[in-house]
């Protein structure tokens, strides 16, 4: 019974397209975050839709409210103030998870909250 639920799953992701749409989004949304070029990104690396990006190892010296937390954290709390989810990796990263089914339009909504986010800081 459970099997034939993931069958089902499978053959819907397949039929809509969706693991293409995960690669050729995926690399929309990296280029999409380097394109911010803030100077609080160190690296942005991601394999279809599971992104992350790495935050500069100084950010402490840069962001002296970061003192008291995590870098990730307070960029994380920041980020879901401003309406985008997303979750810490380790102290300097940031994971974005978005649904197989993401738009053009929504990384690039979701990019431009990572933005004005960032200035911010």
Same mark, same amino acid.
């Given at each position: 019974?459970?099997?034939?639920?993931?069958?089902?799953?499978?053959?819907?992701?397949?039929?809509?397209?969706?693991?293409?749409?995960?690669?050729t989004m995926g690399?929309?949304?990296?280029?999409?975050?380097?394109?911010?070029?803030?100077?609080?990104?160190?690296?942005?690396?991601?394999?279809?839709l599971m992104l992350?990006? %790495?935050?500069?190892?100084?950010? @402490?010296?840069?962001?002296?409210? =970061?003192?008291?937390?995590? #870098?990730? *954290?307070? $960029?994380?709390?920041?980020?879901? %103030?401003?309406?985008l989810l997303n @979750?810490?990796?380790?102290?300097? =990263?940031?994971?974005?998870? #978005?649904? *197989?089914? $993401?738009?053009?339009?929504?990384?690039?909504?979701?990019?431009?909250?990572?933005?004005?986010?960032?200035?911010?800081?």
């Open positions: 019974m459970v099997s034939s639920g993931a069958n089902e799953v499978l053959s819907v992701i397949e039929e809509e397209g969706m693991l293409e749409n995960a690669r690399a929309h949304a990296v280029a999409a975050i380097q394109a911010i070029q803030s100077p609080l990104i160190k690296e942005v690396r991601g394999v279809g992350a990006f %790495e935050l500069v190892p100084d950010f @402490v010296e840069r962001v002296p409210a =970061a003192a008291k937390r995590a #870098p990730s *954290l307070l $960029v994380v709390d920041a980020l879901h %103030e401003a309406g @979750v810490p990796s380790g102290t300097h =990263a940031v994971r974005w998870l #978005p649904p *197989l089914n $993401v738009s053009r339009a929504e990384i690039d909504e979701a990019a431009d909250i990572l933005r004005q986010v960032l200035a911010k800081f």
